[in-house]
């Protein structure tokens, strides 16, 4: 089905809907102390408000696919841009931490849940199989243009004028893409019922597990931090993960029976037989796991042991944005018939070289200068894969089903997301803490009595920190001055270590990513598939 309008803006507006709802996380992130200041909370406060809204995001993905089919793709999209900018509006004005919860992470979380998976059900309705491959690479590079660019736009913005600006300006875009929705292609809606005991289930099991995920570096995975929470012996994310996944298999095994009954499941189980699906969400799902992992690392490398500010940080993340989008629209445009299993291969390749890079660039002269080459090939990996995945799995099943693919798809980047950020996290806390003890025990200027307290009070998890703020609190409690120097030379040691642990762990996920490229299909999208080749 051909547009109303002209492609250039039906993708302008897909587009910048995908790049509004990834921008905020990445701009919070670098302005998370200005914003804890400002409405009166901590650095936790805010980090709470960052995991509400991947968990509200995340547990309502599949429900807000299904009520996409049920309104029409059009108008979920504009019910989710309404939602999402009254949400916009509410943040920009919070007074507190409650207000911002609101506005942000439940607002916000719940119009992206509509959003979302009707921005890929409108790219199938509005161009045809032979051009949704390029569509899907330029709409995918836009949400991944926003984890790279908006440190640097949150850094500016908050730097220079005030971090509300930036939710201000969300609203604008909000308003500028409802003005022009009706020039965009709609799928009329299904009369379908909703399936409310499995949309229960499946934000309970995909709300607990991923809060499990999200917390686990605050209570441990297995066993609870010293002085942490405990629940019957373990850290409470034992009991929310197998709850969770517990309750995801009530969930799949409701759907089955609505299948086999006759009723209208949430999600057709049999989409799970699709050979090719399952493959595109498998990469989807490592995408995001290596994609976030990286972000969460880098960033520190560049503003805590190289102590850049957030706009520095911005500008060395952006050769990243830059390779990305050449990449994704390159691909399509020059290779429209490129094999799509190759390109997903050779994309996560590139991957796996820049982080290889940047595991041998931690060392102790390491400057800004060693991320740009692993930034370009990262961003040409990231580019490869946005620019086939999204075709990947709409085309492995009929049109009418490209919202509930819509769901699946963004339940997998989320959750891909969330473990990436917990596990990168988590190993590079535990090898800091690791290294840092032992380096306090190994080091003959730091007094033993030092090295007891300081093994003792970071048997937690050691803070990550920069040469200066380490230094200051050491000066505020007196620290004798040589005692000081080796304490902050073991603490650089450590961090580096630290981040070579993190980026290694990437690079091992994106090899294992490589062994589950054999349910890409070889053939472009828009090249006919048989029943028996998509489902074998």
């Given at each position: 089905?051909?547009?109303k309008?002209?492609?250039?803006?039906?993708?302008?507006?897909?587009?910048?809907?995908?790049?509004?709802?990834?921008l905020?996380?990445s701009?919070?992130?670098?302005?998370?102390?200005?914003?804890?200041?400002?409405?009166?909370?901590t650095?936790?406060?805010?980090?709470?408000?960052?995991?509400?809204?991947t968990l509200?995001?995340?547990?309502?993905m599949?429900?807000?696919?299904?009520?996409?089919t049920?309104?029409?793709?059009?108008?979920?999209?504009a019910?989710?841009?309404?939602?999402?900018g009254?949400?916009?509006?509410v943040?920009?004005?919070?007074?507190?931490l409650?207000?911002?919860?609101?506005?942000?992470?439940?607002?916000e979380?719940?119009?992206a849940?509509?959003?979302m998976?009707?921005?890929?059900a409108?790219?199938?309705?509005?161009?045809?199989?032979?051009?949704?491959a390029?569509?899907?690479?330029?709409?995918?590079?836009?949400g991944?243009?926003?984890?790279?660019v908006?440190?640097?736009?949150?850094g500016a913005v908050?730097?220079?004028a005030?971090w509300?600006?930036?939710?201000?300006?969300?609203?604008?875009?909000?308003?500028?893409?409802?003005?022009?929705?009706?020039?965009?292609?709609?799928?009329?809606p299904?009369?379908?019922r909703?399936?409310?005991?499995g949309?229960?289930?499946?934000?309970?099991?995909?709300?607990m597990?991923?809060?499990?995920?999200?917390?686990?570096?605050e209570?441990g995975?297995?066993?609870?931090k010293?002085g942490?929470?405990?629940?019957?012996?373990?850290?409470?994310?034992?009991?929310?993960?197998?709850?969770?996944?517990?309750?995801?298999?009530?969930?799949?095994?409701?759907?089955?029976?609505?299948?086999e009954t006759?009723?209208d499941p949430?999600?057709?189980?049999?989409m799970?037989r699709n050979r090719?699906?399952?493959?595109?969400?498998?990469?989807?799902?490592?995408?995001?796991?290596?994609?976030?992992?990286v972000f969460?690392?880098?960033?520190?490398?560049?503003s805590v042991?190289?102590?850049?500010?957030?706009?520095q940080t911005?500008?060395?993340?952006?050769?990243?944005s830059?390779a990305l989008?050449?990449a994704?629209?390159?691909?399509?445009?020059?290779?429209p018939?490129a094999?799509?299993?190759?390109?997903?291969?050779?994309?996560?390749?590139?991957?796996?070289v820049?982080?290889?890079i940047?595991?041998?660039?931690?060392?102790?002269?390491?400057?800004?200068?060693?991320?740009?080459i692993?930034?370009?090939?990262?961003g040409?990996?990231?580019?490869?894969?946005s620019?086939q995945?999204?075709?990947?799995t709409?085309?492995?099943?009929?049109d009418?089903?490209?919202?509930?693919?819509?769901?699946?798809q963004?339940?997998?980047t989320?959750l891909g997301a969330s473990?990436?950020?917990a596990l990168?996290?988590s190993i590079?806390?535990?090898?800091?803490?690791t290294?840092?003890?032992?380096?306090l025990?190994?080091?003959?200027?730091v007094?033993?009595?030092?090295?007891?307290?300081?093994t003792?009070?970071l048997?937690?998890?050691?803070p990550?920190?920069s040469?200066?703020?380490?230094?200051k609190?050491?000066?505020?409690?007196?620290?004798?001055?040589?005692?000081?120097t080796?304490?902050?030379?073991?603490?650089?040691?450590?961090?580096?270590q630290?981040?070579?642990?993190?980026?290694?762990l990437?690079?091992?996920?994106?090899?294992?990513a490589?062994?589950?490229t054999?349910?890409?299909?070889?053939?472009?999208?828009g090249?006919p598939?048989?029943?028996?080749?998509?489902?074998?």
């Amino acid at each position: 089905m051909a547009a109303k309008t002209g492609s250039g803006l039906v993708l302008a507006v897909l587009a910048s809907g995908q790049f509004l709802m990834t921008l905020d996380s990445s701009v919070m992130n670098v302005s998370m102390a200005t914003v804890a200041d400002d409405i009166g909370t901590t650095i936790t406060g805010i980090q709470t408000a960052i995991t509400m809204y991947t968990l509200v995001m995340a547990s309502l993905m599949i429900t807000g696919s299904k009520i996409g089919t049920m309104l029409g793709r059009r108008r979920a999209f504009a019910i989710g841009l309404v939602i999402y900018g009254v949400g916009s509006t509410v943040t920009a004005i919070a007074p507190n931490l409650t207000v911002l919860l609101i506005g942000w992470s439940l607002l916000e979380g719940i119009g992206a849940a509509l959003i979302m998976p009707a921005i890929v059900a409108l790219v199938a309705a509005n161009f045809p199989p032979d051009r949704r491959a390029g569509a899907y690479g330029l709409v995918a590079a836009a949400g991944a243009m926003a984890v790279a660019v908006g440190p640097l736009l949150g850094g500016a913005v908050t730097t220079f004028a005030s971090w509300r600006y930036v939710f201000v300006g969300e609203v604008v875009i909000v308003g500028a893409i409802l003005l022009v929705l009706r020039k965009i292609n709609d799928v009329p809606p299904v009369s379908i019922r909703l399936d409310v005991v499995g949309s229960a289930l499946s934000v309970i099991g995909l709300g607990m597990f991923v809060y499990g995920v999200l917390r686990s570096s605050e209570w441990g995975w297995v066993q609870a931090k010293p002085g942490g929470t405990e629940l019957a012996g373990v850290s409470p994310v034992v009991w929310l993960l197998m709850g969770g996944l517990l309750v995801i298999y009530g969930f799949l095994r409701w759907e089955a029976h609505l299948a086999e009954t006759g009723g209208d499941p949430l999600i057709d189980p049999a989409m799970f037989r699709n050979r090719q699906l399952t493959g595109g969400l498998s990469m989807f799902f490592a995408q995001f796991l290596v994609q976030a992992g990286v972000f969460f690392a880098v960033p520190l490398f560049l503003s805590v042991v190289l102590e850049l500010s957030a706009l520095q940080t911005g500008l060395r993340i952006l050769p990243l944005s830059i390779a990305l989008i050449l990449a994704a629209i390159g691909i399509p445009r020059f290779r429209p018939h490129a094999n799509p299993r190759r390109v997903i291969r050779i994309g996560l390749t590139s991957m796996i070289v820049g982080i290889l890079i940047l595991v041998a660039g931690m060392d102790p002269g390491a400057n800004a200068g060693v991320v740009m080459i692993p930034m370009l090939f990262l961003g040409f990996g990231l580019g490869a894969l946005s620019s086939q995945l999204g075709a990947v799995t709409v085309s492995a099943v009929p049109d009418s089903q490209s919202a509930e693919v819509g769901g699946l798809q963004n339940t997998a980047t989320n959750l891909g997301a969330s473990l990436g950020t917990a596990l990168i996290g988590s190993i590079l806390i535990a090898t800091l803490t690791t290294s840092a003890v032992a380096g306090l025990a190994d080091n003959p200027s730091v007094p033993a009595a030092v090295s007891d307290r300081a093994t003792t009070e970071l048997a937690s998890g050691v803070p990550f920190l920069s040469d200066t703020q380490l230094q200051k609190a050491l000066d505020e409690a007196g620290v004798p001055t040589d005692t000081a120097t080796a304490v902050v030379d073991v603490n650089s040691d450590a961090r580096l270590q630290a981040l070579r642990a993190a980026f290694t762990l990437a690079g091992l996920l994106a090899i294992a990513a490589l062994f589950a490229t054999g349910r890409i299909p070889r053939t472009p999208t828009g090249t006919p598939v048989t029943t028996a080749e998509a489902t074998m």
